[in-house]
């Protein structure tokens, strides 16, 4: 079997059924990473574009090594932000693209639904890397795939995921896909960085940290845009760390062999003090490594792998 | 020119009548209503007798008084056969956005007021927005020229509230009423300081125009794009609170008891507000407001899949907001349906959906949608939705328009209540095409307009 869409867009359209495919695919892909010629020719011929309107390292340069590792050619276009007013609008984009035949297009953008409007006026693939707060499943697929392997199994898991809840497109392709694959979702965070109705997507809401992190499985910490506190959602960084930091110290709360993820890039001592980012339970680093397996598994689905007759 | 228009049922809230009735028009004038005749037939005219333009009774006699009793010798040019149609007065639509001057891309007076006409309108507001702002007389007499011009409706212009629509100092208002202006607004930029609001309020109370405000508090709204609700949550989009909506209407509310002066809110989306300004009413407080047809048949979820054609500021709200606003229709909290008809160029609103601008049109399908979503289901007599399209605003605006009566203009639109059609964008009058409704399958709407006697737009047969 195959993925059913011809787009990534996010992890509410995922099957279960599917997301367990490409969890399976990252599989084989990892074992690929860990050779010592690190290329095979699944992707020959095909053309991967990354399109990214927002500043990324680890997300592009992910997707850049999985569709070299496939064999793809690919390219990288960066638009700054600050162009795309008084630049082509995103439709020219799409069709000066369309027009270059490209298999796969990658985007990330900062407004919400910007990959779903690729996707409705490109024939090629389009994988969302992060559509403003709206969801950004590649990162959700890699933690899902990080979890798995670490315990085992998903199903029946508790996990956490603390900050701004608001502005996450992590947090919300993971309670999509941490819910579809049986898991329990809490979310936690300022009042002031919790979306109102977030409780209709099936999560149980903290605004303390130590209760949100009790008795869970996973705790997953989420990247403070300190930029916020002009914006009125947070007094300082230093009560922002006090409430919501997650230290050795605030870990006492969880159970003793809890995992502690980031999706990056951290700020160290603000949302997670350094001797946990490097503790013996974060599994930060672990992210970055899964994401290019699960990131190949992607790319090789979309471009037709898997399709059986 | 005397045209007859027969066997329609006429509805007319402003003087209770709903019966069928045949109505005699002439140089602009409704001359006679005369009670229910046989069915058109050949050869049978009823009470009016239908000759040529030659007819000797017509040379002689002239205008209504004098004929009053001389039936049945009259003459007609025209019939129209209004038998199993709705005839009710022209309907006036309070807040439309021509565009003209300024961005004749997106809409003209000509191609606007077609759509008005279209849509069963006879009268159409337009809002100051234009560029540069209609905040002086040469701007408001510009509009009025050109809508005699190349008008297919009456158009009333609505006047800044302040210079340029800055916020700032008060714009000539005086001056605007005297030019022609109906009321005054700063659009779709509320007058953010509550002091200058107040001293709008005075100022306007002299001319007892009323003022109209656009209510959101800016700050509450920040980068807002849809409703603050599940959806604006579940899709990752910066939300504008239902509060930001009512704390402007609260206080503006608590500005016209301070200062006696008429306030109209625009469109409103949220039941906070409903609640406002029908507790204000019974404290006698001289608020009235406004709800647009999207408003009242969509929500929030018509955002999924980030349509730009259903971003428009008020957003789109949620069920419940949207259950309040039928009843707030229904027990007289809200006083008329208004289109805020905004038109964008396609190009526009194709972008990603928070670069889109906001606004959606409403000429050509108001009357269709609210037919459809509150007349057929019952939330609404159709008598009850006539008044809110007519009586209704022209009661607020003063307008000497919305009813049926000898001597009256003989605005008037003629309704086919239970007309099947889907809404076809590509056919409308408008310029622009930013509709929510595409592909609606609607119940009803107008197939002839008049305005002072004379047929605008029709699709009679």
Same mark, same amino acid.
């Given at each position: 079997?195959?993925?059913?869409?011809?787009?990534?867009?996010?992890?509410?359209?995922?099957?279960?059924?599917?997301?367990?495919?490409?969890?399976?695919?990252?599989?084989?892909?990892?074992?690929?990473?860990?050779?010592?010629?690190?290329?095979?020719?699944?992707?020959?011929?095909?053309?991967?574009?990354?399109?990214?309107?927002?500043?990324?390292?680890?997300?592009?340069?992910?997707?850049?090594?999985?569709?070299?590792?496939?064999?793809?050619?690919?390219?990288?276009?960066?638009?700054?932000?600050?162009?795309?007013?008084?630049?082509?609008?995103?439709?020219?984009?799409?069709?000066?693209?369309?027009?270059?035949?490209?298999?796969?297009?990658?985007?990330?953008?900062?407004?919400?639904?910007?990959?779903?409007?690729?996707?409705?006026?490109?024939?090629?693939?389009?994988?969302?890397?992060?559509?403003?707060?709206?969801?950004?499943?590649?990162?959700?697929?890699?933690?899902?795939?990080?979890?798995?392997?670490?315990?085992?199994?998903?199903?029946?898991?508790?996990?956490?995921?603390?900050?701004?809840?608001?502005?996450?497109?992590?947090?919300?392709?993971?309670?999509?896909?941490?819910?579809?694959?049986?898991?329990?979702?809490?979310?936690?965070?300022?009042?002031?960085?919790?979306?109102?109705?977030?409780?209709?997507?099936?999560?149980?809401?903290?605004?303390?940290?130590?209760?949100?992190?009790?008795?869970?499985?996973?705790?997953?910490?989420?990247?403070?845009?300190?930029?916020?506190?002009?914006?009125?959602?947070?007094?300082?960084?230093?009560?922002?760390?006090?409430?919501?930091?997650?230290?050795?110290?605030?870990?006492?709360?969880?159970?003793?062999?809890?995992?502690?993820?980031?999706?990056?890039?951290?700020?160290?001592?603000?949302?997670?003090?350094?001797?946990?980012?490097?503790?013996?339970?974060?599994?930060?680093?672990?992210?970055?490594?899964?994401?290019?397996?699960?990131?190949?598994?992607?790319?090789?689905?979309?471009?037709?792998?898997?399709?059986?007759? | 020119?005397?045209?007859?228009?027969?066997?329609?049922?006429?509805?007319?809230?402003?003087?209770?009548?709903?019966?069928?009735?045949?109505?005699?028009?002439?140089?602009?004038?409704?001359?006679?209503?005369?009670?229910?005749?046989?069915?058109?037939?050949?050869?049978?005219?009823?009470?009016?007798?239908?000759?040529?333009?030659?007819?000797?009774?017509?040379?002689?006699?002239?205008?209504?008084?004098?004929?009053?009793?001389?039936?049945?010798?009259?003459? %007609?040019?025209? /019939?129209?056969?209004?038998?199993?149609?709705?005839?009710?007065?022209?309907?006036?639509?309070?807040?439309?956005? +021509?565009?003209?001057?300024?961005?004749?891309?997106?809409?003209?007076?000509?191609?606007?007021?077609?759509?008005?006409?279209?849509?069963?309108?006879?009268?159409?507001?337009?809002?100051?927005?234009?560029?540069?702002?209609?905040?002086?007389?040469?701007?408001?007499?510009?509009?009025?020229?050109?809508?005699?011009?190349?008008?297919?409706?009456?158009?009333?212009?609505?006047?800044?509230?302040?210079?340029?629509?800055?916020?700032?100092?008060?714009?000539?208002?005086?001056?605007?009423?005297?030019?022609?202006?109906?009321?005054?607004?700063?659009?779709?930029?509320?007058?953010?300081?509550?002091?200058?609001?107040?001293?709008?309020?005075?100022?306007?109370?002299?001319?007892?125009?009323?003022?109209?405000?656009?209510?959101?508090?800016?700050?509450?709204?920040?980068?807002? /794009?849809?409703?603050?609700?599940?959806?604006?949550?579940?899709?990752?989009?910066?939300?504008?609170?239902?509060?930001?909506?009512?704390?402007? %209407?609260?206080?503006?509310?608590?500005?016209?008891?301070?200062?006696?002066?008429?306030?109209?809110?625009?469109? %409103?989306?949220?039941?906070?507000? %409903?609640?406002?300004?029908?507790? &204000?009413?019974?404290?006698?407080?001289?608020?009235?407001?406004?709800?647009?047809?999207?408003?009242?048949?969509?929500?929030?979820?018509?955002?999924?899949?980030?349509?730009?054609?259903?971003?428009?500021?008020?957003?789109?709200?949620?069920?419940?907001?949207?259950?309040?606003?039928?009843?707030?229709?229904?027990?007289?909290?809200?006083?008329?349906?208004?289109?805020?008809?905004?038109?964008?160029?396609?190009?526009?609103?194709?972008?990603?959906?928070?670069?889109?601008?906001?606004?959606?049109?409403?000429?050509?399908?108001?009357? &269709?949608?609210? +037919?459809?979503?509150?007349?057929?289901?019952?939330?609404?007599?159709?008598?009850?939705?006539?008044?809110?399209?007519?009586?209704?605003?022209?009661?607020?605006?003063?307008?000497?328009?919305?009813?049926?009566?000898?001597?009256?203009?003989?605005?008037?639109?003629?309704?086919?209540?239970?007309?099947?059609?889907?809404?076809?964008?590509?056919?409308?009058?408008?310029?622009?095409?930013?509709?929510?409704?595409?592909?609606?399958?609607?119940?009803?709407?107008?197939?002839?307009?008049?305005?002072?006697?004379?047929?605008?737009?029709?699709?009679?047969?």
């Amino acid at each position: 079997m195959g993925l059913a869409g011809k787009d990534l867009l996010s992890m509410r359209e995922l099957t279960v059924d599917e997301i367990r495919l490409i969890l399976d695919t990252a599989e084989s892909m990892k074992e690929v990473a860990r050779r010592d010629i690190k290329k095979v020719p699944a992707l020959r011929g095909k053309t991967l574009i990354n399109l990214f309107y927002e500043p990324s390292t680890r997300t592009r340069t992910s997707f850049e090594i999985a569709g070299k590792w496939l064999s793809a050619d690919v390219i990288n276009i960066s638009i700054s932000s600050s162009s795309v007013a008084k630049g082509e609008s995103l439709k020219d984009t799409g069709l000066t693209l369309q027009a270059m035949h490209p298999d796969i297009v990658v985007i990330r953008h900062p407004s919400a639904g910007a990959a779903e409007f690729l996707a409705k006026r490109l024939a090629a693939s389009i994988i969302n890397a992060g559509d403003g707060a709206h969801e950004h499943p590649s990162q959700a697929l890699l933690d899902l795939f990080t979890i798995r392997e670490k315990v085992g199994r998903l199903e029946g898991l508790k996990v956490a995921i603390i900050g701004d809840i608001a502005h996450s497109r992590v947090a919300r392709s993971n309670i999509h896909g941490m819910q579809k694959m049986g898991m329990e979702v809490r979310v936690a965070g300022p009042r002031t960085m919790l979306p109102r109705f977030i409780e209709r997507l099936g999560v149980e809401v903290f605004t303390s940290l130590d209760r949100a992190i009790a008795e869970v499985d996973v705790i997953m910490m989420l990247r403070l845009q300190t930029e916020r506190q002009q914006a009125g959602l947070f007094p300082s960084l230093r009560e922002y760390s006090r409430l919501f930091g997650l230290t050795v110290e605030r870990l006492k709360a969880a159970q003793s062999n809890v995992l502690i993820m980031h999706p990056g890039p951290i700020n160290r001592g603000v949302e997670i003090a350094p001797d946990v980012a490097d503790g013996p339970y974060s599994l930060i680093l672990n992210q970055v490594e899964n994401g290019l397996a699960v990131r190949m598994a992607l790319l090789y689905l979309l471009a037709g792998g898997g399709q059986t007759g | 020119m005397r045209i007859l228009i027969k066997g329609g049922r006429v509805i007319d809230p402003a003087n209770a009548v709903d019966e069928i009735l045949d109505l005699l028009i002439e140089d602009g004038k409704i001359i006679r209503i005369n009670p229910p005749t046989p069915p058109l037939q050949k050869g049978g005219t009823g009470g009016f007798d239908v000759r040529g333009t030659d007819a000797p009774e017509t040379r002689k006699t002239k205008g209504a008084r004098a004929e009053k009793n001389a039936e049945p010798a009259w003459s %007609v040019d025209r /019939v129209m056969d209004a038998t199993g149609l709705v005839v009710c007065p022209g309907l006036i639509d309070m807040h439309v956005h +021509l565009r003209q001057p300024g961005r004749e891309d997106k809409e003209t007076i000509a191609s606007g007021t077609m759509a008005a006409a279209r849509g069963g309108f006879t009268a159409v507001c337009c809002m100051p927005n234009t560029d540069p702002v209609n905040d002086t007389r040469a701007v408001t007499e510009f509009i009025l020229d050109a809508a005699k011009r190349e008008g297919a409706v009456q158009v009333y212009p609505v006047g800044a509230i302040t210079k340029g629509m800055k916020g700032e100092e008060l714009a000539e208002i005086g001056e605007l009423f005297e030019a022609g202006c109906v009321a005054i607004s700063d659009d779709g930029r509320p007058v953010m300081s509550a002091e200058l609001m107040r001293r709008a309020m005075e100022y306007a109370a002299m001319f007892d125009l009323p003022v109209i405000q656009h209510s959101e508090d800016l700050h509450l709204s920040g980068r807002g /794009v849809v409703h603050e609700g599940f959806v604006s949550t579940d899709l990752g989009l910066h939300g504008i609170p239902s509060a930001s909506e009512a704390v402007m %209407v609260a206080r503006d509310i608590l500005l016209a008891e301070l200062t006696g002066a008429r306030l109209h809110i625009a469109h %409103v989306s949220a039941a906070e507000s %409903v609640r406002l300004i029908r507790e &204000a009413k019974t404290r006698g407080v001289r608020v009235s407001c406004e709800v647009t047809p999207h408003h009242l048949a969509l929500t929030e979820e018509a955002v999924r899949g980030f349509h730009a054609d259903a971003k428009m500021n008020p957003p789109l709200r949620s069920e419940a907001d949207r259950q309040a606003l039928l009843e707030g229709l229904r027990d007289g909290a809200i006083d008329a349906i208004a289109t805020d008809h905004a038109p964008h160029t396609v190009q526009e609103k194709e972008q990603e959906f928070d670069q889109a601008p906001f606004g959606v049109i409403g000429l050509e399908t108001a009357l &269709a949608v609210t +037919l459809t979503t509150l007349v057929h289901p019952g939330v609404l007599t159709l008598s009850q939705a006539i008044g809110k399209l007519t009586s209704e605003p022209a009661r607020i605006l003063k307008l000497p328009k919305g009813r049926i009566a000898e001597g009256a203009d003989a605005d008037l639109t003629i309704i086919d209540p239970n007309r099947d059609w889907t809404v076809d964008p590509s056919a409308f009058a408008s310029k622009s095409r930013n509709t929510p409704f595409a592909g609606w399958r609607l119940r009803g709407g107008a197939v002839a307009t008049l305005v002072g006697g004379k047929v605008v737009w029709e699709a009679l047969r």
